[in-house]
C-alpha cells in the first residue's frame, strides 16, 4: 500500500504499487493459444491472426477486405505491454486497442459486457475512442447486442452459433437461479394498481416478471450454456 496523487481530485489516495512483476501472468490468451500453453515457446512480436465470424449474409467490400486481411498480419502486441507510443489512428494501435478488449471480454465469465463498461475503463486506461473505433471497423470479432435495451458487446469466437464454447459452473448456476425464479413467478396470484383514485386492471404479474425473465434467458446459460443471438 502506498500514497499517489489523483489528478482529478488533487490529493493523496491510498493505492496498490505492484513490486514485483511476474511474466508468466502477464501472458494474453492469444499467445497463451499460439505457444501451446508451453510460455517458454512464447515469441512476442508475432503476427496473430483474431477469429472472426460474420454473420451469415455479411459482405465486406473487397478493399475493405484486403485492409482487414493486411491488418491481421500486423505484429501482435500484447495488451499487458504499453503501446501508446504509437500513432493513435495507426493500424497497429487499432490491432492493441483490439487485443486489450479481446483479453478483457475473455477474461470474463459469460465473455461479454455492457458496452458502456468497456467505454468507462477505456476512458479511464487513456484510449479514448479507440475501444469504439475497434468495434466500429471489427464486427468479426466482436458482437454487439441490443436485447433489453442494453447494448452488450460480445466476443464472436467465444460462442459457437448460439452457445457459449467453455462452459462455466457459474453460469449454470445463474440459470438454475433464474429458472427457480420463474418457478416461483408462476405460483404469485394476479394483483391490481390504484391509479387516480381507481383500481385499473394490470396485467399478471407472474406474466409481466416471467416475460422479463424469458427475456434475458435468451441472453444468458441454457444447460450451462449461454444463449444469445448472434
Known sequence: VCEVKDSVANKEVLALELVSWRKELAVSEMERRSCGGDLLNLKKGMC?????????????????????????????????????????????AEKWAVAVLHELLWLLVSKKTERDNLFCLGDYLGFGDRFK?????????????????????????????????????????????????????????????????????????????????????????LDEAVKIEI
Open 48 to 92: 496473430l491472426r483474431f477469429s472472426m465470424n460474420f454473420p451469415r449474409g455479411f459482405d465486406l467490400e473487397k478493399r475493405v477486405m484486403n485492409w482487414v486481411e493486411q491488418w491481421q498480419d500486423l505484429p501482435y502486441i500484447s495488451p499487458y505491454e504499453d503501446a501508446f507510443h504509437f500513432a493513435p489512428s495507426g493500424d497497429l
Open 133 to 221: 473505433r475497434a468495434l466500429r471497423h471489427h464486427p468479426g470479432i466482436f458482437y454487439v447486442s441490443n436485447k433489453i435495451r442494453t447494448q452488450t458487446v460480445v466476443l464472436r469466437e467465444a460462442y459457437r452459433k448460439d452457445f457459449l464454447v467453455e462452459r462455466h459452473p457459474l453460469m449454470g448456476m445463474r440459470h438454475r437461479y433464474i429458472h427457480l425464479m420463474n418457478k416461483s413467478n408462476d405460483r404469485r396470484k394476479p394483483v391490481g394498481v390504484v391509479a387516480f383514485g381507481s383500481q385499473r386492471k394490470t396485467k399478471d404479474v407472474k406474466t409481466t416478471l416471467a416475460g422479463r425473465m424469458n427475456a434475458e434467458l435468451e441472453d444468458i446459460v
